[in-house]
């Protein structure tokens, strides 16, 4: 990976490392549908006019079908059924969840017969890491939690989709124009919702936790993650989140006392280790010459 990717990967560890731990805060006041109101439409208002006076209307408008549905798998349903989970299970078995997205990426790679090579290294790597998810479910299914860790899997599922679509449907459209039509649509869809639920009192603290959700974790992360995957393609630009799960896991330990369970213990490293080995291997042709690593009509 070369300089610039990893400067964009660590910045994407820490900021998305953090989101965790303010939506646990955040639910104790807001429904979660009022929640990703709050942290798209304050997004949507810093970039769209970005995006307007850089004359980007023609590509939202070219592309708008892509970017909906980009906004709904990684936006509009993953971060309600998120927001829901974490009223019920802890914002570390969250993030640890959330580790697993480069499995599913990988199968998902499989699946669509993409140009990169899955071979036995990567696919031992999805058997161990499968194991580590599956330590983790049984150890919290113990204490009820099992339709939360389904609704997560779900949020694992959307959070694999997103990155094949800006790498593969939205990859020639501006960072800033997919982030701000994503973020304005799915505000614009939660409205009516949020109206209805919006709460009587919001704390100080809930309001800071929404602004950082929304203007760092959002907007900002989003056009950092844009830069990733069109540096690094769609599969290793979610191995991010095993690097941001292990700072939400210290932060939910740190500032909301969570526990280190057993399962964590046990299941957090064979999903590290395991979506290590998955992501691992040579990158496809396609991928080398758009990284500027190999001659495009040289020998292989």
Known sequence: MS????????AMSVVWGIPYLLIRIAVRQLDPGVLVFGRTAPAAAL?????LARGYWSEIR???????VFAVVEFGVPWYLMSQSERHITSSLTSLLI???????????????????VGGRR?????????GVALLVGVAIGGGALAWIALMLAVCVGYTLGPIILATRLTHVPGVAVVAAATGTMAL???????????????????????????????GAFLTFFALVK???????VVVTYVNTAIAVVLGIAFLREPLTVGILLGFPLVLAGSVLATSGPRSRLQLVAAGDADPVGSD
């Open 47 to 51: 970039l769209l006019p970005l995006a």
């Open 231 to 237: 540096e690094v393609g769609s599969t290793r630009s």
């Open 99 to 117: 580790a697993s997205v480069p499995l599913f990426s990988v199968v998902a790679q499989r699946l669509r017969r993409s140009g990169e090579v």
């Open 62 to 68: 070219r592309n708008i079908g892509w970017i909906i």
């Open 189 to 219: 869809a939660w409205v009516p919702w949020s109206v209805t639920h919006w709460p009587r009192h919001v704390s100080a603290e809930t309001w800071s936790s929404m602004a950082v959700l929304s203007l760092v974790c959002t907007a």
């Open 3 to 10: 300089r610039r990717g990893w400067t964009l990967f660590l």
């Open 123 to 131: 696919l031992i790597g999805l058997g161990v890491g499968a194991l």
